[in-house]
């Protein structure tokens, strides 16, 4: 007789098909929660979800306290004494646009070329998800060893800002021995990968004023600032020559890189070539006195997310604009605080600022910075899971990335997170053509499958 | 018996109504050229104007061999040793966008509101057409003293690329002995202006090409050199603090203003306060060592017309764009060229960009800068025919804009203008709320009911 565990997995191998064609119908609902226009769609993925886990059996509720509805879900083990985990995932996807850029016509409709499946949220995190619900199903019909809770969020693209306001609410609901949070991603898809720190993020809306409206440039060029330029002055400003943030004090809170996490990080398996290739830019830039993991996963940054003036269409229009606007983000690292980061930025704009143009600064979505400890029962639990999965250890590292909600479980409800993930460095999130590698999401839900079962017997 | 000129300045005060809804049915062809989508509306506006002169008894074609058609006409006068006066204007308008920064619904629907007509090219110059037009129809109605031809163009907004195809095509039909161009502009309601110089144009589209698509900010950031950011330390460096162009070589070829010529500008009244409370913007900018008159006017400038990258609708998306762009524009003086500004941007480029980006430079538009005699017959006549309008004698002044037909009739026909106008300053051309003051349009014509006779005169 098989045990539970070989069933389960079974379980998974016979229903590739059926989790693919979930993950389609998905992907086909534009969850995008940083338009407006796309709200009734944020709605109706939150519904599917809830759905979903009713047909696992879960008891389920939908906390509208935030910005987007919240699913919540509760689905206990067979046996009354199993720890319990909270599955974290957020069902909200970014904006599709430039959707010329795809290979394919509707970013929304899942397609299949080779060993990926394409489509927007894919990789982030829609997939994810389906493999959290494809283990969750394969336990559920083998014997299920662990309580299940489920937290999807439809918050994640723009900050999680109204995530606070449910885990308050609802403090007791989502009691859970720690989180699991496949939201980190893997570092290449022989190198399963445990997470144990994540970048926050500050993101901002900065305006630069000048004539009442847009001007003639004949009439006017030579003796009235051009807010465009003046932007661009600013812009320039906030870098020196090698890539460091010139932002008053945008440095101060950063503790430093200690020699024992160098030489840790300097031991994962990070393809300098294959990172530029997989950009598509003509060379690497930064702080030279990093790594490149280290600059992208362990130093604060300041990007230009998007960059608006005047006329910009095709043609020609001869104008001195009326404003230009900028959308700023800076990923964060430990101690870092976003409201320090905007401190930083508006010292740096208060000095900088010439006496020509009006400007406005508007902060949007924050996170701040988070660092796990590794050497838990839960950590090492996964450790053997992704072994017994890939046939080899984890490799432990940092993310550049922001997840909002990890620190808001550990400063609202004190839980921990553990952090891993089946999407690819080239998987293309946020941008266009995002896809899943499949290989990766079955060998993900495989894993998964050994966690729970190892997390159960850890119990028993 | 009134003499033809009382009898036409009458005809001119009995039809203000005809003519101010001829301008309405004008101003409501959208016929923006610098809009592909627009071509239908361009052609339309010139089929328009052909019939309008057609019903004052021309002849007429329209000449194809430019980007938009060319309307030519031929009206002799009642006696056949008369000058003839080639009477130009554009009938193409700029966009309107951003509509929603209009005080009306419709930028093409012509709404009279006080003293004033507002519609998109009203001003510029749909509103000088008519005047020219107007005052045609009325000496045509009590004795026409001159020949009149007519050249309207639907290219002045991009810059006229075609007419000189035109005019090498059309030699013999544009023979006159000068031409009357009333594009640019006056200085105030009472201040009756002829302008000596013109700035010439060079149009731009800078991109700045980072990696193959938008990248997620989390994953990359840090380590690829923002496009975005790249482009504005770019355009930060094309001019110093006080606000002179540091393009190389850019100011090598500029006449400079001698001590009479400043001494003549420092008589033109032009009230900076006036000025900059038009523009609406906190402060006067530019070089220090020029007046705010000889910036606009008699000194070259580097404009960002437009700026974009990345996402820039509401919300928020963490990506590193693809790319960036800016729509550049130089106004020229005498002696630059639009190739050696060029030069200079190209050699700007070469020198300061960066190996971590990739970068294509276009030229769009392009005009030289022209200066005209104003101690002659044609020019003196028009001198007397607005101090008979307004009682007092013109101001003689540089314009800062740009009209590339008044170069090309100099340079291939050997034909000099005459540039006056009867748009205000304060008329928002190129911009929202685009308006023509009409007290100074009625005068307007009743000038060129004067001009028309006093050409007659000079010449019997």
């Known amino acids: 007789m098989s045990s539970s565990r070989d069933r389960a997995l079974a379980y998974l191998q016979a229903h590739r098909e059926a989790f693919l064609q979930r993950l389609a119908a998905f992907v086909a609902i534009p969850s995008i929660s940083t338009k407006p226009e796309h709200q009734a769609d944020v709605r109706r993925a939150a519904e599917w979800l809830a759905a979903y886990l009713k047909d696992l059996g879960a008891e389920t509720a939908i906390f509208t306290e935030g910005v987007h509805p919240l699913v919540y879900g509760h689905l206990p083990a067979d046996v009354a004494d199993a720890p319990t985990v909270l599955l974290y995932g957020h069902y909200d996807v970014q904006p599709a646009d430039p959707i010329a850029a795809w290979d394919q016509p509707d970013p929304f409709r899942l397609e299949v ?61 989502f009691q859970a021995d720690f ?183 508007e902060q949007m979505a924050s996170a701040p910075p988070v660092m796990v400890e590794v050497d838990t029962p839960e950590v090492q639990a996964l450790a053997r899971a992704l072994a017994s999965t890939w046939g080899r250890e984890p490799i432990y590292t940092r993310n550049g990335g922001t997840i909002p909600i990890v620190a808001m479980l550990k400063e609202h409800l004190g839980m921990t997170s553990v952090l891993t993930g089946f999407a690819l460095p080239d998987s293309g999130m946020h941008g266009p053509n995002e896809r899943q590698h499949l290989p990766t999401w079955y060998r993900g839900m495989e894993a998964l499958v050994h966690y729970f079962y190892e997390l159960g017997e850890g119990a028993a």
């Open 113 to 173: 070329r080779g060993d990926y499946a394409y489509g927007r949220g894919t990789a982030d995190m829609k997939a994810q998800v389906m493999a959290l619900l494809a283990a969750v199903e394969a336990v559920r019909h083998a014997g299920q060893p662990v309580h299940f809770k489920f937290l999807f969020e439809g918050e994640e693209e723009i900050g999680s800002p109204g995530a606070v306001r449910v885990l308050q609410a609802h403090r007791e609901a």
């Open 179 to 361: 989180c699991l949070n496949p939201d980190a991603g893997m570092q290449g898809p022989d190198l399963p990968t445990i997470t144990y720190a994540l970048r926050g993020l500050a993101y901002f809306e900065l305006r630069v004023f000048g004539p009442s409206r847009d001007l003639h440039s004949g009439a006017y060029g030579g003796a009235i600032h051009n807010p465009a330029q003046a932007l661009a002055e600013l812009l320039a400003g906030m870098h020196d020559a090698e890539g460091r943030v010139t932002l008053p004090g945008f440095y101060d809170a950063v503790r430093p890189l200690t020699p024992e996490e160098r030489a840790r990080l300097a031991q994962v398996p990070f393809d300098e070539e294959a990172f530029l290739a997989s950009a598509g830019a003509p060379a690497l830039w930064g702080e030279p006195e990093y790594t490149v993991l280290e600059r992208v996963t362990a130093r604060p940054t300041l990007e230009i997310n998007g960059l608006y003036s005047g006329f910009i269409e095709e043609g020609s229009k001869t104008i001195i604009p009326a404003y230009a606007m900028a959308k700023l983000s800076s990923r964060l690292v430990p101690d870092q605080t976003p409201e320090g980061v905007a401190r930083s930025l508006r010292t740096y704009l208060e000095t900088h600022a010439p006496p020509t143009i009006r400007w406005s600064l």
